[in-house]
């Protein structure tokens, strides 16, 4: 698995397509990271088909990465939901399918349904219902690995509790201001990789919270490195051995952030941004599903 994706939450129609053909044909990536809930997966498919048309790309070397969403957790509807993807995407198989979240919500409820109190409605489904029918999707050939997102260690040690096929990944937000260090060293002891979402502190979608890029140690050893902060971060993740997928339709910053092979953070410096730590979180579904998720 590439350890640097092209993330592809928030990034708008209109945009993402050559996003994604320029981070495939130009930057060098081979790694996209996309979801259903994101609803642009038809035009990062067509960002796909130019990339692989071009001839510089073949299918076959790049590692495609979507994401089941909560409405679809019903043993009926993980199929017909993988196989819209594909459709979308223009793919035969995907590289990874990820349980999105660890929660089910009615399959007529969309992105979300609140109830009167402002809580998100869920449906009564489980994820070992909902696992199973991931397993039969490596089976079936339509993935070649499957994994989840957002989820806490009670959760996976859970799922691994009846696991046929373990979680090759769980993606989860991580930036020096939660670096969830634990979290990973048990991922890592159970075999899981583990991917970092929201690597540059989410910029595009955090009015009113701290600016990770403008933080100042990470300034100041972006400065010592001749580099800027975004690819201070973006090694830092990469030298904590995730993989790290930071979004951008911008194309010198797609090309900006995975030019990060050519320097290395020092111990005193992987130190100091241990230091940053707060348990922060930009995406704290707390606040838009009224109920402490995370907790
Ligand atoms: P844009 O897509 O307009 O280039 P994260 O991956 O943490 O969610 O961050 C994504 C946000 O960070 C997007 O708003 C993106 O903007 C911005 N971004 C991506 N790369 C860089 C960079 N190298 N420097 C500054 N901002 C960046």
Not at 32 to 39: E, K, N, P, W
Not at 85 to 95: A, C, F, I, R, W
Not at 117 to 132: D, N
Request: overall charge negative.
């Amino acid at each position: 698995m590439p350890v640097i994706g092209l993330g592809t939450w928030k990034s708008p129609a209109g945009k993402v397509g050559a996003a994604v053909e320029y981070a495939l044909v130009e930057a060098g990536y081979r790694h996209i990271d996309g979801a259903y809930i994101y609803h642009n997966e038809k035009e990062v498919g067509q960002g796909l088909a130019k990339a692989f048309t071009s001839g510089r790309v073949k299918r076959e070397e790049a590692f495609i990465t979507s994401k089941l969403w909560t409405n679809f957790f019903a043993k009926s509807r993980v199929e017909l939901a993988c196989k819209n993807t594909l459709s979308d995407l223009g793919l035969e198989y995907l590289d990874l399918y990820l349980m999105h979240w660890g929660i089910a919500t009615p399959p007529e409820s969309g992105d979300d349904l609140l109830d009167e109190q402002g809580v998100l409605q869920l449906a009564p489904v489980s994820v070992r219902e909902v696992w199973e029918e991931m397993e039969k999707l490596v089976a079936s050939g339509l993935v070649r690995a499957i994994g989840v997102a957002n989820f806490t260690a009670p959760m996976l040690i859970d799922l691994l509790t009846y696991a046929k096929i373990k979680p090759a990944v769980n993606q989860i937000e991580l930036h020096p201001y939660n670096q969830q260090s634990t979290l990973i060293d048990f991922c890592n002891y159970k075999g899981i990789a583990v991917t970092a979402y929201s690597p540059l502190g989410s910029p595009g979608n955090s009015s009113g919270k701290p600016v990770l890029l403008q933080d100042e140690t990470i300034d100041k050893i972006a400065q010592s490195h001749g580099k800027t902060s975004a690819q201070i971060l973006i090694r830092w993740a990469t030298q904590r051995e995730t993989i790290v997928i930071p979004k951008s339709t911008t194309p010198e910053r797609i090309k900006e952030n995975i030019d990060v092979f050519d320097f290395e953070l020092s111990k005193k410096e992987m130190a100091l941004i241990a230091a940053l730590d707060r348990r922060y979180r930009y995406v704290d579904p707390a606040e838009w599903w009224g109920f402490p998720y995370f907790d």
